[in-house]
C-alpha cells in the first residue's frame, strides 16, 4: 500500500456510487475521476473531510442531508407550458434544453413531466432535496504540480491515465 495520504494539493483519484436515502443507487462511476484536494472545491466539503488522510485503496460512505450536497427544490424553476409550443425534438421525458435567466447565466432544463397536452421542464438538480450517501474509494493520488495549485484545477495534461 502507497505511503500516501490525501492532504491538501494532492490530486486524488476516486470511483463513486451516490445512494438515495432509502439505499438505491441513484449514479455510479467506476471511471475514475480526480480532484484537487483542498484546493477546487469541486468535492462537497464533508465528503473531502472524509478523505483527508486515506490512501490508495481506502473508501469512505458519507451521508449528506440535501443542505449540504445539492440544496433544497426550488419550485420557482419548474415551468409548465402547452406541448403544442415546444419544438417536436424537446418533446420527450429527458429532453434537455438551455435557457438564459434575467441575470444572463445559462440554465439546463429538463423535460420531466407530459401529461394532458402540458409539459413540464425543470431546472433543479435531480438531486436537489433529497438526502444522499457518497460512497468513495480512492483510487490513486500524486501531489499536484505548482501550476495545479495555481489554477486550482486538476490538469488533464498532467493526469496521467490512473491504472
Keep these: 500500500m502507497s505511503e ?14 451516490i445512494l438515495s436515502a432509502e439505499g438505491e443507487i441513484l449514479e455510479q462511476s467506476d471511471l475514475p475521476m480526480s480532484y484537487l484536494h483542498g484546493v477546487d472545491g469541486k468535492m462537497f466539503p464533508k465528503v473531502e473531510q472524509a478523505l483527508t488522510g486515506k490512501r490508495i485503496g ?12 445539492f440544496g433544497p427544490r426550488d419550485e420557482e424553476l419548474t415551468f409548465q407550458d402547452q406541448i403544442d409550443n415546444v419544438p417536436p425534438e424537446y418533446r420527450h421525458i429527458g429532453a434537455e434544453a438551455m435557457f438564459e435567466n434575467s441575470e444572463g447565466e445559462s440554465v439546463t432544463m429538463t423535460v420531466t413531466k ?8 425543470d431546472g433543479n438538480h435531480p ?12 483510487t490513486d493520488m500524486r501531489p499536484a504540480s505548482m ?6 484545477e486538476v490538469l488533464e495534461s ?6
Design 4 to 17: 500516501l495520504k490525501v492532504t491538501p494539493q494532492m490530486v486524488v483519484s476516486f470511483t463513486y456510487s
Design 58 to 69: 481506502e473508501e469512505v460512505r458519507v451521508s449528506l442531508s440535501s443542505a449540504e450536497s
Design 114 to 121: 407530459i401529461d394532458d397536452g402540458m409539459i413540464t421542464l
Design 127 to 138: 438531486f436537489a432535496g433529497k438526502d444522499l450517501t457518497f460512497h468513495v474509494k480512492v
Design 147 to 152: 501550476e495545479e495549485v495555481g489554477k486550482g
Design 158 to 163: 498532467q493526469n496521467p491515465v490512473m491504472h
